[in-house]
């Protein structure tokens, strides 16, 4: 099974700085990646689908990019209902896989 | 609006059977594959497997082989999660989530507390 591998697991930021996330896969994925953010006590939400594009309602400051094996996350200027967990995931072949996940906290 | 609306929190016995059901509305049901997807207290997210409603089709996770069964009923809209033999390893909340056809999951659930607990 492909595995995907996020860093950090965590990190702090302030509210306006601007935060990367990364996926990295086990093995070059010919399929698209997708991002999700989870609220404590809540599902996960898309945001990112096909690596890059915009899933409907999400603001602009997310964006996603990469190819082959390295994935990137970025929220240009995190807002304070940003702070939550961001699992990146892929289907390339069975099992669907998620990352491990990157909790984002308040600095 | 698209809607996954599942069932209610469970407490089972190790060695017992769960059922998780998943109502869908607001748009057509066979349309879309369903994904089963499991997050253990405190932990990530695991794939459990999917299912086409269309035809019932699955496909399960090998970890999950033997043990778990994905069905739905087109009449009510609805799919289910059985799990077998469960044990404390089980507990988790299961989500249910729409395939949006591109191999994300763009609606869910809003998840069921399995507890697992002699």
């Known amino acids: 099974a492909i595995q995907l591998t996020q860093s950090p697991s965590s990190l702090s930021a302030s509210v306006g700085d601007r935060v990367t996330i990364t996926c990295r896969a086990s093995q070059g994925l010919s399929s698209p990646l997708a991002w999700y953010q989870q609220r404590p006590g809540k599902p996960p939400n898309l945001l990112i689908y096909?690596?890059?594009s915009l899933a409907s309602g999400v603001p602009s400051r997310f964006s996603g990019s990469g190819s082959g094996t390295d994935f990137t996350l970025t929220i240009s200027s995190l807002q304070p209902e940003d702070f939550a967990t961001y699992y990146c995931q892929h289907f390339n072949t069975y099992p669907l896989t998620f990352g491990g996940g990157t909790k984002v906290e308040i600095k | 609006q698209v809607q996954l609306v599942q069932s209610g929190a469970e407490v089972k016995k190790p060695g017992a059977s769960v059922r998780v059901s998943c109502k869908a509305s607001e748009y057509p049901f066979t349309g879309y594959y369903l994904h089963w997807v499991r997050q253990a207290p405190g932990q990530g997210l695991e794939w459990v497997g999917w299912i086409n409603p269309n035809n019932g089709d699955t496909t399960y996770a090998q970890k999950f082989q033997g043990r778990v069964t994905m069905t739905t009923d087109t009449s009510i809209t609805t799919a289910y999660l059985d799990l077998h033999k469960v044990t404390s390893d089980d507990t988790a909340v299961y989500y249910c989530?729409?395939?949006?056809?591109?191999?994300?999951?763009?609606?869910w659930g809003q998840g069921t507390l399995v507890t697992v607990s002699s």
């Open positions: 096909h690596v890059s």
């Open positions: 989530a729409r395939d949006s056809s591109r191999r994300d999951c763009d609606y």
